[in-house]
């Protein structure tokens, strides 16, 4: 009996309670709210893992654009660096170009100086010139800043372009010049000066191409304007007096160029620059044999003379061969003069290619 009531209680299911199936639904209700509670919490891990991915780019983004930001940044500095520098290196380009310039202006000025600081013409100790010529050379190894200031000036004459002769002498410029002469300045000032001089005198030479270059607007010949600024008896005291070979140069320079103007022959033949001209030329007895040589005849002198050397610098002497020989080209009054220097033309014979090159330079 129990045997059949048990079969019968494993044949039919359990029927649960009440409170089993109160239970049942309280569990149902809580698998329910868990999974929903893992869905909402599913949902948002994604969107805080979309969250932090999107956080990620961003942070990529902003990463690459600082890194974009500090190379422009950088490239714009570098940009601005070169760019200064650039800057930088023109400027000391050009202040190295001025300070060459400035160096070389005064080594160039140095040279000009040092062309008319020379020794003095050889003189025997007992000449009355060889005091005069020491204390001269002792005064030019310092340069006053005035003479330096009107050599410069003279300087700047002489270096510019040959056209430009006409209007430096309607300017004004040679009364100036010659006023510079007469003063007597030290010898930068006056070789400086003659030079200037010289290179206004041959500017009909330097521009052969124009038939009237040497004619200035009011219709005189520069040469002729130079004399009539009074520079004849400055230069003719120059040629006289000055022991200085470069301004001695320069002055027989000076009157080669200005006696090719016919006029100008008179006017400076008359201050005796013959007689001068041939002086420099003439070799000296020494003083010591003057006075034996007193009683001596004319004859005697002229062979004591012909056995001397010639006096002072080669180029002096050529420039004065050639001042000579411009001075008495087509003129018989002058070349009579000359052939009556006494003991003169002895000495010039015996130096023929002296005068072969006196003639060649200077051909004004």
Not at 49 to 62: A, C, G, I, T
Not at 175 to 196: C, E, N
Not at 315 to 332: F, I, Y
């Amino acid at each position: 009996m129990h045997y059949e009531l048990g079969f019968a209680w494993q044949e039919y299911p359990h029927v649960p309670t009440p409170k089993e199936l109160e239970l049942s639904q309280q569990l149902v209700a809580l698998q329910q709210e868990k999974d929903l509670r893992e869905k909402r919490s599913l949902e948002q891990i994604r969107d805080l893992e979309s969250q932090v991915h999107k956080s990620q780019v961003r942070v990529h983004d902003l990463s690459q654009m600082l890194q974009s930001t500090k190379r422009d940044q950088v490239l714009a500095q570098q940009a601005a660096v070169e760019e200064e520098r650039k800057c930088w290196k023109v400027k000391f380009e050009a202040l190295q170009a001025e300070l060459d310039q400035e160096k070389n202006d005064k080594e160039a000025q140095r040279l000009w100086q040092l062309r008319f600081i020379a020794a003095p013409l050889t003189t025997t100790p007992d000449d009355a010139f060889s005091s005069q010529s020491t204390s001269t050379q002792a005064k030019t190894n310092v340069i006053d800043p005035k003479e330096d200031v009107f050599s410069r000036f003279a300087q700047s004459l002489a270096l510019l372009p040959a056209s430009q002769a006409p209007q430096v002498t309607e300017a004004g410029v040679l009364p100036f010049l010659t006023h510079l002469l007469h003063q007597k300045m030290g010898d930068i000032v006056t070789g400086s000066v003659l030079l200037a001089f010289v290179h206004i005198a041959i500017y009909r030479t330097k521009s052969q191409s124009y038939q009237s270059s040497a004619v200035s607007n009011n219709g005189l010949d520069i040469r002729e304007q130079i004399i009539k600024a009074g520079v004849a008896t400055p230069l003719v005291d120059i040629v006289e007096h000055s022991r200085n070979p470069r301004v001695l140069v320069e002055a027989s320079r000076l009157c080669a160029a200005l006696v090719n103007h016919i006029p100008n022959k008179r006017v400076l033949a008359s201050k005796n620059l013959v007689r001068f001209l041939v002086q420099h030329l003439m070799p000296c007895i020494p003083p010591k044999d003057r006075e034996k040589r007193d009683d001596d005849d004319e004859e005697d002198i002229s062979i004591t003379l012909e056995k001397l050397p010639l006096p002072g610098d080669v180029v002096v002497q050529q420039n004065m061969l050639s001042a000579l020989v411009n001075l008495s080209h087509d003129s018989e009054i002058l070349r009579s003069q000359i052939a009556a220097s006494p003991h003169f033309l002895p000495i010039v014979v015996r130096n023929p290619s002296d005068i072969i090159t006196g003639r060649k330079m200077m051909q004004y």
